[in-house]
């Protein structure tokens, strides 16, 4: 859904800059669904290093790699056209008044936000169903497969004290974005925020 989101919402060969672009995922799947006539560089941005080692990997000469923090975005001004992030918002959330500058600083006036980011569910059987999920199931899962890498009960709690779509949008609002609004996903376990700069 964010792939098609930009493709749909954004102006032909946009600047796009992928913010926390881990691996390289999302920068992947832009590139293989967008019209093939369009070779305009891909952005990828995280703090890991060895992250962007693995992403540069998957795509070389395709797309442009930084290793920078989203509270610092190592861009001009008014210099792209959509900014991207999946599912790393929620683990800037000290940080994020600074992020959310330097997003509106970057985007070009009339640029596009498309912030997909994981949340807790309103509806109160999914939503018990969900919190079990996090509390139980998958911290079992994580330490069988992550063993001594498994991060414990940071993923969960970044999840639950996220903010809801409805506070989050308000956030992007007095940040001076405009035309907010999100998507849910998969009942609500998932939210698609969109906002653009005047």
Not at 101 to 115: A, D, I, N, Q
Request: glycine residues 6%; aromatic residues 10%.
């Amino acid at each position: 859904m964010l792939v098609e989101s930009v493709l749909k919402d954004t102006v032909p060969n946009a600047v796009v800059i992928d913010i926390g672009t881990g691996t390289g995922d999302l920068i992947f799947d832009y590139m293989k669904t967008r019209k093939t006539t369009d070779e305009t560089p891909v952005v990828g941005i995280d703090l890991s290093f060895s992250m962007l080692l693995r992403a540069q990997s998957k795509l070389k000469g395709e797309s442009h790699w930084i290793q920078a923090s989203a509270e610092k975005l190592p861009l001009g001004s008014n210099s792209c056209d959509a900014l991207v992030s999946a599912f790393t918002i929620r683990n800037l959330k000290k940080i994020l008044p600074q992020t959310l500058k330097e997003m509106w600083r970057v985007l070009k006036p009339g640029g596009k936000l498309f912030l997909l980011e994981m949340t807790v569910p309103p509806y109160w059987i999914l939503k018990t169903l969900h919190h079990l999920y996090l509390k139980t199931i998958l911290p079992i899962v994580g330490r069988t497969v992550f063993q001594k890498e498994w991060s414990g009960s940071y993923l969960s709690e970044t999840i639950l004290h996220f903010w809801s779509p409805d506070q989050f949008c308000k956030i992007l609002t007095e940040s001076r974005f405009q035309n907010v609004k999100y998507q849910t996903i998969t009942g609500g376990i998932a939210v698609l925020h969109n906002a653009s700069k005047p």
